[in-house]
């Protein structure tokens, strides 16, 4: 069965700090892997989206970094800030992706930035 | 674009009710899906449609559930009868094609059954 492991499940760090965050994955093939961003009471928002020849992925404080070898990827922020305070989830998709019902999701860090 | 809209946002009902939870995709987009979130199970994905043609139901976890999509900018999910276990965000997503993970999530209905 597909699996998506994240870690850690939740994780406190004080503003400007950077931090990371895990996801391991057993999805086999693999086609896409994508992180997002789920704010209190509203629906999650794709960050980034890799593929199996991605090896690293920018969207301005966020970084993710996909090793198909090891079948791990991580969310690197830098410089947080109070609005980075959301659930992070790893949402991994397979060969062939023609089936949303393939899609795996992880179940989510809860990060908290505080002042 | 005002994304995928979902009403009502947060909606409270008795057990044994009759439940109906809405969506509006975004404009142009083909594919249509419902989640489930709760803590315990993360997102799970219910149904989705695709140019309002259903899939895949195989995650609607029981008859009380049932979902259509009559037009490509409408579509219901409905629980009849609730149950406390129904409790959870529901939420609606829309993709523009054929890639299942590009999806634009609505914000969510949380649904508290009493």
């Known amino acids: 069965k597909n699996q998506v492991e994240q870690s850690p499940q939740s994780l406190i760090i004080l503003e400007g700090k950077n931090c990371t965050l895990q996801c391991n994955y057993t999805v086999s093939p693999f086609s896409n892997l994508r992180w997002y961003k789920q704010d209190t009471g509203r629906g999650p928002v794709s960050l980034t989206i890799m593929t199996f020849s991605e090896n690293t992925k920018s969207n301005g404080r966020y970084t993710a970094t996909l090793d198909a070898d090891t079948k791990q990827s991580s969310l690197h922020i830098t410089a947080s800030q109070l609005s980075d305070s959301a659930s992070y989830i790893c949402v991994v998709s397979p060969l062939p992706s023609g089936s949303a019902r393939q899609l795996t999701f992880g179940s989510g860090t809860q990060l908290t930035v505080l002042p | 674009d005002a994304g995928v809209i979902q009403s009502p946002r947060h909606e409270v009902t008795e057990m044994g009710q009759e439940v109906t939870l809405r969506c509006k995709p975004i404009s142009g987009h083909d594919y249509l899906f419902w989640y489930r979130q709760t803590m315990m199970r993360g997102l799970e994905l219910l149904i989705y449609f695709n140019n309002n043609v259903p899939i895949d139901d195989s995650g609607m976890p029981e008859d009380r559930f049932s979902a259509k999509m009559p037009n490509a900018s409408f579509s219901t999910l409905k629980i009849q009868p609730s149950e406390p276990r129904d409790s959870a965000v529901y939420f609606c997503?829309?993709?523009?094609?054929?890639?299942?993970?590009?999806?634009?999530f609505g914000p969510g209905t949380r649904l508290t059954v009493t």
């Open positions: 997503a829309s993709s523009p094609n054929r890639s299942p993970g590009e999806q634009y």
